[in-house]
């Protein structure tokens, strides 16, 4: 038999699977809409979803009744809840822990150590295509976190001065390691 716009919901409610090929063909794309917006956060629950949505009119159509809405909106209140159910169960999965309950144990000395000094070879490295001046510049006001007024009286520089060779020191060190900020 040929499932058309005027016996498919009786073919449905005898559970013939050429009827819900047919909804799924004329309302999938609504369907899908109601869930994926409903869903959008939760790409990876919205394909399951839709199959429940499919599920739930297969199994449910015997309590469809023409005289109180249309097919239309009776399955669009099923795509409503069939999403608000996978929002509850999505939000009842996720749990919520204390930081400060949590056992994390703490960083090895020694790691901590190799990491330092992983960092201060990379930082060497970097400052090798300055003078010496310059270098120290850099490391006091950098890595020392001083101020420019007590760099320029411990190097008796204006800071004007250490302004340009600031300037032209990351000019040189982006030009050797790149477009990064310094």
Known sequence: MKITESNYVEQLKKHDEKALMYVISEYGGMLNAIVCTRLRLLKDYQEECLNDVFLGIWRNIGSFNMEKSSFRNWCAGIARYKALDFLRKYYREITFENIDDMDIPKADEELEHIAEQEIS??????????????????????????????????TGLKKDVIYNRLSRGKKRIRSMYGSREV
């Open 121 to 154: 070879e990379e930082l060497e490295q970097m400052l090798d295509c300055l003078n010496e001046t310059d270098r120290a510049i850099f490391i006091k006001l950098y890595m020392e976190e001083k101020d420019l007024d007590e760099v320029s009286a411990e």
